[in-house]
């Protein structure tokens, strides 16, 4: 199925993977730009953030701006980097999965659940995934006398407060539905939770609440 933002998760597993300078500045150019969904940004063309910020948004808000950026400013470009996430994909036995872009705009960004417990799983190896996917909000200055930007994060139940939750990265577009993807300790245990194709604006997290509480239960 279409993963819709889900796909972040790999866009930051390959970004960390280059070892660049997280402190470095990087750009929002017009190639960064939503050209399959025209969807809009705050963060807008010409503005300057680390690719600390970057990441931190991209993961924790969505912010496909920045996720565009962290794909672009890559050895090889867009493609060397999309064509990074599908060998690190299938590096991680992820069989029925593929990409196209690092914002997961695309439909064409698809793979299945087991694949994504996978990824989730792989992604939960880095502090800085498991950090920036639950921070709560974050406020980053984007340069050039332009005004601060607060971002906060698109899972209700972060911005809840549910500690739980070690790691997660939600999604939507139109052909995907309402999608999440979640790692958390229950009784001390990890536990991955995929929900794909959810049809209403909160149904999707609604699911993980019930599913985690019936493993607080069953897992006792």
Same mark, same amino acid.
């Not at 809009?40 to 680390?50: D, I, N, P």
């Not at 052909?175 to 929900?195: F, L, S, T, W």
């Given at each position: 199925?279409?993963?819709? !933002?889900?796909?972040?998760?790999?866009?930051?597993?390959?970004?960390? *993977? %280059?070892?660049?300078?997280?402190?470095?500045?990087?750009?929002?150019?017009?190639?960064?730009?939503?050209?399959?969904?025209?969807?809009?940004?705050?963060?807008?063309?010409? !503005?300057?953030?680390?690719?600390?910020?970057?990441?931190?948004?991209?993961?924790? !808000?969505?912010?496909?701006?920045?996720? %565009?950026?962290?794909?672009?400013?890559?050895?090889?470009?867009?493609?060397?980097?999309?064509?990074?996430?599908?060998?690190? %994909?299938?590096?991680?036995?992820?069989?029925?999965?593929?990409?196209?872009?690092?914002?997961?705009?695309?439909?064409? $960004?698809?793979?299945?659940?087991?694949?994504?417990?996978?990824?989730?799983? /792989? /992604? !939960?190896?880095?502090?800085?995934?498991?950090?920036?996917?639950?921070?709560?909000?974050?406020?980053?200055?984007?340069?050039?006398?332009? /005004?601060?930007?607060?971002?906060? $994060?698109? $899972? %209700?139940?972060?911005?809840?407060? *549910?500690?739980?939750?070690?790691?997660?990265?939600?999604?939507?577009? $139109?052909?995907?539905?309402?999608?999440? /993807?979640?790692?958390?300790?229950?009784?001390?245990?990890?536990?991955?939770?995929?929900?794909?194709?959810?049809?209403?604006?909160?149904?999707?997290?609604?699911?993980?609440?019930?599913?985690?509480?019936?493993?607080?239960?069953?897992?006792?």
């Amino acid at each position: 199925m279409p993963i819709a !933002s889900i796909s972040k998760l790999m866009t930051a597993v390959v970004s960390l *993977d %280059a070892r660049h300078k997280l402190n470095a500045p990087l750009n929002v150019t017009v190639q960064d730009q939503d050209f399959d969904k025209f969807t809009g940004s705050r963060l807008g063309v010409g !503005s300057t953030l680390s690719r600390h910020d970057m990441l931190h948004i991209a993961l924790m !808000s969505s912010e496909n701006r920045a996720a %565009a950026a962290l794909s672009r400013d890559y050895a090889g470009g867009r493609p060397g980097f999309v064509a990074a996430m599908n060998a690190k %994909a299938r590096a991680l036995g992820m069989r029925h999965t593929s990409f196209v872009n690092g914002t997961g705009l695309s439909p064409r $960004n698809v793979s299945t659940a087991r694949d994504l417990s996978l990824l989730v799983e /792989a /992604a !939960s190896r880095y502090p800085l995934i498991r950090a920036y996917s639950t921070d709560r909000e974050q406020i980053v200055l984007p340069g050039s006398g332009r /005004a601060r930007l607060s971002y906060h $994060n698109s $899972n %209700a139940l972060v911005r809840g407060g *549910d500690r739980s939750i070690v790691l997660q990265k939600t999604g939507f577009i $139109n052909e995907a539905g309402h999608c999440v /993807a979640v790692r958390m300790i229950v009784h001390g245990r990890p536990v991955d939770i995929v929900v794909l194709g959810a049809s209403g604006a909160r149904d999707h997290i609604a699911d993980v609440a019930r599913i985690s509480r019936w493993l607080r239960c069953s897992l006792k």
